[in-house]
Structures are given as C-alpha cells and as structure tokens.
C-alpha cells in the first residue's frame, strides 16, 4: 500500500497524527494554517477529492461526515477505491469507511490497537467469518471477482464450503485467515478453487 495520508483539521490532532505516522509510515498533511505536518493544503475538501482520486488510502483526524461529505460524491468503484478510515481525535474510535476488505479494515485495526480504540468493523463477513473472500492470504489471487458476492452471500446464509486447489480439485486446507468451522470437505454449498500468486 502506499503511505496513508493523515488528514488533520487542525493543532488539536497533530499529537495523534505524528503518533500514527510513526507506527503506520504516513504522511501528516494540515490546512496551510497549521505547522507540523508533512504536506499542506488549501481547502480541505478538494484535497481529500484529488487525494481519492489519485488511490491515497486517507485516514482522517476528523468527523467521518467530513470525509463522507467530501468524497460521496466521487464514488465509482468499490474494487478500486483506496482505503479511508475516520478516527476520532482522542484515538478512541477508527471506522472504517470505504475500502473495508481493500485495507481499511486492517488499518482500523492497527489504528485501534495502537490506541487502545475500537476498531468500528462492520462488514458482515468480517463480523461473521473473520475474514473476507475477497480479501484473500498472502500469496494468494482473487481468480474470478465476479463470484465474491454469491458465495460470500451462501456462506453468510449458512452454506458450507469446499476448498480445493487449482484446477485437479485437489482438497485443501482452510486459508490462513478463515476459521475452520467454516470449511467442510464434502457437500458444501460453496466450492473455492484458489491458486498460488506466481512469483
């Protein structure tokens, strides 16, 4: 991923901007009006547009309405949208806002352990099964994006899954993130072929 951007509003959040930064290898980008940061800006709000739209995961220091407020209307993509995470000043909420199984979650994570926060996950697969299909391990590529969303929604209505290996259907043991009771050898609803990433 790209260094996040911090996106901060002012001097309050400066404190738990360098902090992030240090952790998470970000930029701190403030108003013109505001030392100490990496990078300025003029108006805020077409910064967070042209730092969307050049794919800049944005974690912003501010009210998630901000961000909402500012980006919405840029919306086109959810397979291609970069990751952006509002958290509160003091550190004790991280949500993530789009790019949920595209970084975001993970960021808010991160952000939230970092601060003894809550990490504000929503994403029903996330909440239900630990992890996402398209979201895949390490090593590991999403061969047929078009199939997540009726298999994640089989799955999330009960379905059993099969996990198999590349084409010979040989079986396989569950991904690294995806918990076992998920996954069954024989009669399963969902049948997940998946191939290592070529090095």
Not at 126 to 138: K, S, T, V
Request: aromatic content about 4%.
């Amino acid at each position: 991923m790209v260094r996040p951007v911090i996106f901060v509003l002012g001097t309050s959040a400066l404190p738990l901007a360098h902090k992030l930064k240090d952790a998470l290898g970000g930029e701190i980008h403030t108003p013109d009006c505001v030392s100490g940061g990496d990078a300025s800006y003029g108006k805020g709000t077409a910064h967070l547009v042209s730092l969307f739209e050049d794919s800049r995961a944005i974690i912003g220091l501010c009210a998630s309405g901000i961000l909402i407020r500012a980006i919405g209307p840029h919306l086109k993509d959810k397979h291609v949208e970069p990751p952006v995470v509002a958290v509160a000043e003091d550190g004790s909420s991280a949500v993530p806002l789009l790019g949920g199984h595209h970084g975001a979650n993970d960021l808010a994570r991160r952000i939230a352990k970092l601060c003894e926060g809550h990490a504000a996950i929503t994403t029903a697969s996330e909440l239900r099964l630990g992890a996402a299909f398209d979201e895949p391990a390490p090593g590991f590529t999403l061969a047929n994006p078009q199939h997540v969303k009726p298999a994640a929604a089989a799955v999330l209505d009960g379905a059993p899954v099969a996990l198999y290996r590349g084409e010979n259907g040989e079986p396989l043991n569950p991904l690294p993130q995806l918990p076992m009771g998920v996954w069954t050898p024989a009669f399963a609803g969902v049948t997940v072929k998946v191939s290592e990433t070529a090095q």
